[in-house]
């Protein structure tokens, strides 16, 4: 069974652009978290959804949004980037009623 | 905070030597889980345990859980060289703490 992909894995982006990150869940995972990893905050917990609908949304400003589309793969833009924003960005995705998540590779996110 | 406080935040020990690390909540749970990070990738799940057991065994590691004190110790064994990562705990689902950084010395 294939585990959760992340796209693309490196990405080098400039200030004030915008990017897309995509998550793709193992096959039958309907929940899909977004998580921002850097090495002065650790794990950051940006949003989750679960059947297309964000089910609960961390502290994060509104330049960070996210989808799920029907087929349970999500995606989470971040508008205007900046600085700040370079990090790791992990997805991970859960079976419904079952605490145990799993995790993509995550995205490494660099803005210049 | 409903995040767990992992502690130490950083550990050093031999080969061969056992690895003890804890995790601190303030909320109540339904279950506990620990989660292990090799550099710069996904997390992977390593045990659960839930809020009515107080320990676990899985291959060389043992979790215990005292609800009383809202706190969780995470024990390796026997460590080995590829332990080396950085272990989280995660309260009730996906609400993780800052680590432990746990460096075996070969």
């Known amino acids: 069974k294939a585990g959760v992909t992340q796209t693309p894995r490196y990405l080098i982006k400039t200030r004030g652009q915008q990017v897309t990150l995509s998550c793709s869940p193992i096959?039958?995972?309907?929940?899909v978290s977004w998580y921002q990893q850097t090495p002065g905050q650790g794990l950051q917990f940006l949003f989750e959804?679960?059947?297309?609908?964000?089910?609960n949304k961390g502290n994060f400003p509104g330049r960070f949004s996210g989808r799920q589309f029907s087929n349970s793969r999500s995606e989470m833009n971040v508008s205007t980037l900046e600085l700040g924003d370079s990090a790791l960005y992990l997805c991970?995705?859960?079976?419904?009623?079952?605490?145990?998540?799993?995790f993509g590779q995550g995205t490494r996110l660099t803005v210049v | 905070s409903q995040q767990g406080e992992e502690d130490p935040q950083a550990l050093s020990i031999q080969e061969g030597e056992n690895a003890t690390m804890n995790c601190s909540y303030k909320?109540?749970?339904?279950?506990l889980q620990w989660y292990r990070q090799n550099s710069g990738r996904g997390l992977v799940h390593l045990i659960l345990?839930?809020?009515?057991?107080r320990e676990k065994h899985s291959g060389r590691l043992r979790v215990t859980l005292d609800t009383s004190k809202k706190s969780s110790s995470l024990l390796i064994t026997a460590s080995r060289a590829a332990d080396t990562a950085s272990y989280f705990c995660?309260?009730?689902?996906?609400?993780f703490g800052t680590g432990t950084r746990l460096t075996i010395i070969p």
């Open positions: 345990i839930r809020s009515n057991e």
């Open positions: 096959s039958g995972h309907r929940s």
């Open positions: 995660d309260i009730n689902h996906l609400t």
């Open positions: 991970a995705s859960s079976f419904s009623g079952i605490p145990e998540a799993f």
């Open positions: 909320t109540s749970i339904n279950n």
């Open positions: 959804y679960f059947s297309e609908t964000q089910r």
